[in-house]
């Protein structure tokens, strides 16, 4: 039988976009999967407008928070309860290819591999392809440190391997943390040469704001990656420096 994908989604206040994504999850070629919405705000009107349109779709399921936790957060509590062979990310504003579940999986038991990412496509508020990023094919410990390569919602990674980890109670750089103490244990992550994955750049999302990112990225280093206080700050211009780099780098269209 062939496995069982769970697709994570964490929702909060992305309404304009997150049809699309549901929708781009419920077009794959690939049939057996669930869709597990995490929904992350107290106001239920987006809940209610989710559930008017998918009522009947025996696929997703929606685990409501009763207090707004964060994207973090709320992932784990849809790993808690998926059942899923493999786990899947896709945030609510971002889209799949309609192949990417089954190129990447098959990619993923051709090559043994418990997790992999993919390259991706940049798009707009209006789903407009604005750019592109190929990340390194293989990532280690010591790349992995000074830039993250990886997308979120580019990734896919067997259940067994993922319980292990918890995503941090930080707002930005959550799924950061976890690739570096991931990576510990498994030494490389493998990317898969495709443009699979849609990631939307909106000017008011929280991986635009720099003085959180800033925050958040001395916490990754100093709380979760135990260095001291001046590596630390060192981690982070080093990080700054290739995340500007990156730009030079990703293709406009």
């Not at 964490?10 to 699309?20: A, I």
């Not at 994955?197 to 959180?212: A, C, E, G, K």
């Not at 982070?236 to 420096?241: A, H």
């Amino acid at each position: 039988m062939i496995p069982k994908i769970s697709v994570i989604m964490p929702y909060y206040k992305k309404r304009q976009f997150v049809l699309k994504a549901i929708n781009s999850v419920l077009k794959q070629s690939y049939k057996n999967f669930e869709i597990i919405i995490i929904h992350d705000d107290i106001n239920l009107d987006d809940l209610i407008f989710l559930k008017k349109k998918f009522n009947k779709n025996k696929k997703i399921k929606f685990i409501v928070n009763n207090k707004n936790v964060g994207a973090g957060i709320s992932r784990n509590k849809g790993i808690k309860v998926c059942t899923g062979e493999y786990i899947a990310f896709l945030d609510s504003d971002d889209l799949w290819h309609r192949d990417k579940l089954k190129l990447q999986l098959n990619f993923m038991i051709s090559r043994k591999l418990l997790i992999s990412h993919t390259n991706f496509f940049i798009i707009d508020k209006k789903s407009e392809i604005i750019g592109k990023f190929s990340p390194k094919k293989i990532i280690t410990y010591k790349y992995l440190l000074k830039s993250c390569d990886i997308g979120l919602s580019t990734v896919i990674i067997k259940k067994k391997l993922m319980i292990n980890y918890k995503f941090p109670n930080i707002k930005t750089k959550e799924d950061y943390v976890v690739w570096l103490k991931m990576i510990k244990k498994i030494n490389k992550i493998t990317c898969f040469n495709k443009y699979l994955t849609f990631w939307r750049n909106t000017p008011n999302s929280l991986s635009s704001s720099l003085i959180q990112k800033l925050k958040d990225g001395f916490s990754l280093y100093y709380k979760y990656e135990k260095q001291n206080f001046f590596k630390s700050i060192f981690l982070i211009f080093q990080l700054s420096f290739y995340a500007l780099k990156k730009k030079t780098t990703i293709k406009l269209k």
